[in-house]
């Protein structure tokens, strides 16, 4: 699948220059004008065929991205909101565009747009929801059955109200389509700054599966922040942002291979079997001795500081020696004490347990136990209480 990106990249390629052989065609309308008029004609033609292009080509791209990341292998549920995502605003874009260009164009076209743009916001904060369970090995919930379910319904409910029988409704529901897409960008910032911890790691900032998430955002809010502006500046400015801005992004993310500072972190600078085993007895000293689990927000530059080494030189240990990431090696440790707090004192209850053990949020606890312990708190200390 590593050559998928460069596949739809040239299928694009070739699209861009069929269009550009159709669009003259399309934009071009006679009219009357004088000798002196030709060149300002020219000019202004070759602008709107430049807006068109670049507008439409972001749409056709947009959802041939959509495309590969529905079928892209592994299946993470992640990629599948992201392309769900792209694939809303490619739909989104795509109407912009043509309404710009031709505004007798179908009204149900318009309604078409305006119902995928309520989904935007909601499918910004799965894909940033579920990118972050990843990068922090939570499991995934069912949260996307809630939400999408929702707005689909309301999206249904609209289906019996017409954009050419009901203009009015429409018009007015574009406010609170927009009110509707910052609800979620408050809420998928919320989520990233709670993150953040993971996300500033220096063994993690130059990856790709760091920086989409937060590209993926700034793309959603400049977009609504052109759609709410159309009024001051152009209704293609839109289209265009989702061009310059996300869909440039993800074709980053596509095309590039591993960062080479990600592959290499370690050539500089490789630690011998004595070095390594000395840092990883001072790891586990640290985390057994002091507790460092038991801090929520323990990060790895923090824990290489406690033990003298650069995060590289930690991070190299724990994959090379362990073949563990920070975050499980950190997880193991509370879980670990949270079997034992489970067991010494049965009448804490779970959330007390989660809060001591270092994690966030009980549901957190409950995801990563199961994980590491293949049950959950709740029956890993009922059975093991019976059985003695």
Not at 75 to 93: E, H, K, N, P, S
Not at 134 to 142: T, V, Y
Not at 339 to 357: D, G, V
């Amino acid at each position: 699948m590593k050559d998928d990106g460069h596949i739809w990249l040239r299928i694009a390629t070739n699209i861009q220059k069929l269009m550009m052989v159709i669009v003259p065609c399309a934009l071009c309308h006679p009219k009357d004008h004088n000798d002196g008029d030709v060149v300002y004609i020219l000019v202004g033609m070759i602008t709107r065929q430049l807006l068109f292009l670049f507008s439409a080509l972001g749409a056709i791209n947009g959802i041939f991205l959509a495309v590969y990341f529905f079928t892209r292998r592994p299946r993470r549920r992640a990629d599948i909101m992201l392309g769900a995502l792209l694939l809303a605003v490619g739909v989104r874009t795509a109407k912009s565009t043509f309404f710009y260009f031709d505004p007798s164009i179908a009204i149900g076209f318009r309604q078409f747009g305006l119902s995928a743009c309520l989904l935007i916001g909601p499918l910004t904060y799965l894909y940033i929801s579920y990118h972050l369970a990843d990068l922090q090995q939570r499991s995934e919930d069912g949260r996307w059955r809630l939400h999408l379910g929702l707005w689909s319904l309301v999206i249904g409910i609209g289906i019996l109200f017409p954009y050419a029988d009901y203009r009015a409704i429409w018009d007015y529901s574009s406010y609170a389509i927009h009110m509707v897409w910052f609800a979620y960008l408050a809420a998928s910032a919320q989520a990233l700054w709670h993150a953040r911890h993971h996300l500033a790691e220096p063994a993690t900032l130059i990856t790709t599966r760091t920086l989409l998430p937060l590209s993926v955002f700034a793309g959603s809010f400049l977009i609504l922040a052109a759609y709410v502006s159309t009024p001051l500046t152009s209704y293609i400015v839109g289209a265009l942002s989702f061009t310059f801005f996300m869909h440039i992004a993800v074709l980053v993310f596509l095309l590039r291979k591993e960062s080479p500072v990600t592959k290499e972190k370690y050539q500089n600078r490789r630690l011998s079997e004595e070095d390594a085993e000395t840092i990883l007895s001072m790891l586990d000293k640290q985390m057994n001795e002091q507790s460092l689990h038991s801090n929520p927000n323990l990060t790895l530059a923090q824990l290489a500081k406690r033990t003298g080494n650069v995060p590289a030189e930690v991070s190299q240990v724990l994959n090379d020696k362990l073949k563990k990431s920070f975050n499980l090696y950190v997880n193991e440790f509370r879980i670990a004490n949270a079997k034992t707090l489970l067991l010494a004192e049965p009448q804490l209850n779970l959330e007390t347990i989660a809060e001591r053990c270092g994690f966030n949020s009980s549901s957190t606890f409950f995801a990563v136990f199961k994980k590491i312990a293949g049950q959950t708190p709740a029956s890993y200390r009922t059975s093991t209480l019976h059985s003695t």
